[in-house]
């Protein structure tokens, strides 16, 4: 991973000509970080670059929109500010994109199902080994690929695909741990009605609090969400299974041909509900109908933007 | 089994007005001999079809959805039929991820003057759901504890 130092730089020397540089800094104890809003040399000076960096900053570009900003991604963060791009929800010339090639972050829900961690003290990293001691004096060895996210297990993008200033030197033999996501396999062993089954009983535990929703970068409509609208009214507040799984499926299809595969929104998700599920088997049924990936080509147009008069892969149904 | 001598199932049929509702229209005037499942939706275009009223309707409690619009290149606005196959399609192809029988859902392309093949859609597309049965419910889960990530961090004391 490039060097710290070096990525400050390369903020200090964004920082003049932009509203803020969002970064990272330290969270409330050593394996959570939080965005940072750099403005000054003091907010520079709290800037981190570990594993921990796992939050897309990229979900605070439309916010705003119409001012200069910095921002620093990963390889995969880059994709959903390449999307962005793509579909004008952003200026080019808007945003300052500082790109740092990333070799994986690692995933507090991972961590969390090995030990409680809300008694974190310190995280020591030496090569692919964690030591996190916690406040009672215990101390936990992990692997780190044991405690990545799936999406680092399976990334193809270490090095950004878009940037005005590169920090580091991009990685350049990169196999990933694993093709495809291992749960999405299992998922698809699955018959019908145990998928169906399997929805059910996690979509009844949503909370609808939208914590989902409101960390991706590709929702953006903000008030305007269906969901929430009264005109037209297509959702309920009630909390039932029905509505609960349509949000998600608002959710999904909303980003057919647009999702990132980021994962802020299991991230996000307070419940545990494999929400990014939906959307890696969505981008699967895009990529096999419209050979397309979201985010890697910054002038592409997004399929369901666009036709064409023979579609080459679906076919005429005859009755 | 026909649709045309069992009980009836909950079919939805969203229609565009320019082709599919006037060949059902047609169809009906020649009183052509159809099954009666089906609800029928105008629609101004299947442009307009939101793959999300399709979702909203399996899960209301739906047992088919029958989406009918006019053949690509005859369009009244030129190009919303042509939206419409790739988002139809995207859904069609999506539904199985969610547990439900791809076939429950179709798509296809009738003219207004098109009364017998209207009969012909709609009659295949009955007998389809009728082999296919009542659609799975979403019923509530009575024993279903709230359960919060574990080991939820909050904030250190
Ligand atoms: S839906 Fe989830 S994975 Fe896709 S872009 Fe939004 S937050 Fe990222
Ligand atoms: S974050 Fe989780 S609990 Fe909240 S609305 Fe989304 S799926 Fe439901």
């Known amino acids: 991973m490039a060097e710290l130092n070096e990525l400050r730089e390369a903020v200090a020397k964004v920082l003049p000509d932009v509203k803020h540089v969002i970064g990272w800094q330290r969270g409330y104890h050593a394996v959570r970080s939080s965005p940072l809003f750099i403005r000054n040399q003091e907010d520079l000076d709290k800037l981190i670059w570990d594993r921990t960096c796992y939050q897309n900053l990229a979900s605070y570009l439309t916010s705003t929109r119409g001012e200069r900003v910095g921002i620093i991604v990963k390889g995969c963060d880059s994709r959903s500010v390449n999307q962005l791009l793509q579909e004008q929800l952003i200026n080019r010339e808007d945003v300052v994109v500082i790109g740092v090639p990333c070799t994986g972050v690692i995933s507090l829900d991972k961590i969390r199902a090995k030990f409680p961690i809300n008694r974190v003290k310190d995280m020591q990293v030496e090569g692919d080994e964690l030591t996190i001691a916690t406040r009672d004096g215990e101390e936990h060895k992990l692997n780190r690929w044991d405690v990545a996210p799936d999406k680092c297990l399976a990334c193809k993008y270490p090095n950004p695909l878009i940037f005005d200033t590169h920090v580091g030197e991009p990685i350049e033999t990169w196999e990933p741990k694993q093709g495809l996501y291992a749960r999405d396999e299992e998922f698809d062993q699955k018959s019908l009605d145990e998928r169906f089954e399997f929805w059910r009983r996690e979509m009844s535990r949503c909370i609808r609090c939208y914590a989902c929703r409101n960390a991706c970068p590709m929702c953006v409509c903000r008030d305007h969400c269906i969901a929430e609208s009264r005109q037209p009214h297509y959702q309920s507040q009630e909390a039932d299974v029905r509505e609960k799984f349509f949000f998600q499926l608002i959710h999904a299809m909303h980003l057919a041909g647009r999702c990132t595969e980021c994962g802020e929104c299991e991230r996000a998700c307070p419940m545990d509900i494999p929400v990014l599920l939906f959307k890696t088997r969505m981008g699967k049924v895009v990529k096999d109908l419209f050979d397309y990936e979201a985010g890697v080509d910054q002038t592409a147009v997004p399929p369901l933007l666009t036709f064409q008069a023979e579609e080459s892969n679906i076919e005429e149904k005859e009755w | ?157």
Request: glycine share 8%; proline share 6%.
């Open chain 2, 1 to 157: 089994m026909s649709g045309m001598d069992v009980k009836e199932l909950r079919i939805i049929g969203f229609l565009c007005n320019w082709c599919s509702y006037g060949g059902a229209d047609s169809a009906g005037v020649a009183r052509y001999k159809q099954p009666t499942d089906m609800r029928i939706i105008r629609l101004p275009c299947t442009g307009r079809m939101d793959p999300l009223f399709v979702l909203k309707a399996l899960l209301g409690g739906a047992d088919g959805v029958l989406v009918s619009g006019c053949h690509p290149f005859d369009c009244h606005y030129t190009s919303g039929n042509f939206y419409a196959r790739r988002r139809l399609q995207v859904l069609k192809s999506y539904l199985p991820v969610l547990g439900i029988h791809e076939d429950r859902f179709e798509y296809t392309w009738v003219s207004a003057s098109e009364a017998a093949k209207w009969q012909s859609v709609v009659t295949a597309f009955t007998d389809r759901i009728h082999e296919l049965g009542p659609a799975p419910r979403l019923l509530e889960l009575e024993d279903m504890p709230l359960r919060f990530k574990e080991g939820m961090d909050i904030w250190p004391s």
